[in-house]
């Protein structure tokens, strides 16, 4: 499953990306944290947000997801509020 969408906002356009990990991604990564952080998460879906044109991408957001409806569910919130306001670093 995959994802993605260009929203502009006050002539700044963003592109959004969801992915979903596949087993081997998963089996790797899923070590990688469990040996830092002591929790077996494992993601199942990426959602990834960049600002500016297709050759010039800054990465905005970076977030994971369990499962495929929490990751469907933030990707249209993400997208709307983008819509809506922006994406702004703090």
Known sequence: MGNAAVVEFD????TLSLISWGILR????G????AMMGVPFVPGYELAVWQGAASTQIL???C???D???AKEWFTKIEASIKEDGLANP
């Not at 998963?26 to 990564?29: C, G, L």
């Not at 070590?31 to 469990?34: E, G, H, L, Q, S």
């Open 68 to 70: 495929k409806q929490t």
């Open 11 to 14: 002539g700044t356009r963003y």
């Open 31 to 34: 070590a990688a944290a469990k």
């Open 60 to 62: 905005g957001l970076l």
């Open 64 to 66: 994971y997801f369990p």
């Open 26 to 29: 998963r089996t790797m990564q």
